[in-house]
């Protein structure tokens, strides 16, 4: 009943900036916690932030904190996630999440995902 699709990604250079998009359907975004995930090649899937369903308290991995911010605006159907001074070691697949029953950090928590937006930092 819920489809996400991200937006943004692309090729940066360490030490730059880039900003995500997710947009939802339906009139129920508000009632669903939103979580960003990443997917290195090689690697498993690994929680980036999370923030809850009116967008007052947010969560972070240690390995973004400072850097990376996330948001959400229930009117426009829409989560962000703002990344700054950017490393190699973020390059990576990132998923937007949705979670009916809270903001949490594990993957098998959220009900709906996207399909996903290529995020490649040059050294």
């Known amino acids: 009943q819920m489809q996400l699709v991200e937006s943004g990604g692309g090729l940066v250079q360490a030490g730059g900036s880039l900003r995500l998009f997710c947009a939802a359907s339906?009139?129920?975004?508000?009632?669903?916690?939103m979580g960003w995930f990443r997917q290195a090649l090689g690697k498993e899937r690994e929680f980036v932030a999370a923030?809850?369903?009116?967008?007052?308290?947010?969560r972070y991995t240690d390995s973004v904190s400072g850097r990376f911010t996330i948001s959400r605006d229930n009117a426009k159907n829409t989560v962000y996630l703002q990344m700054n001074s950017l490393k190699p070691e973020d390059t990576a697949v990132y998923f937007c999440?949705?979670?009916?029953?809270?903001?949490?950090?594990?993957?098998?928590?959220?009900?709906?995902w996207g399909q996903g937006t290529q995020v490649t930092v040059s050294s």
């Open positions: 999440a949705a979670d009916r029953t809270g903001w949490g950090t594990r993957a098998n928590e959220y009900d709906y």
């Open positions: 339906g009139r129920t975004f508000s009632m669903y916690g």
């Open positions: 923030i809850s369903w009116g967008g007052g308290t947010t």
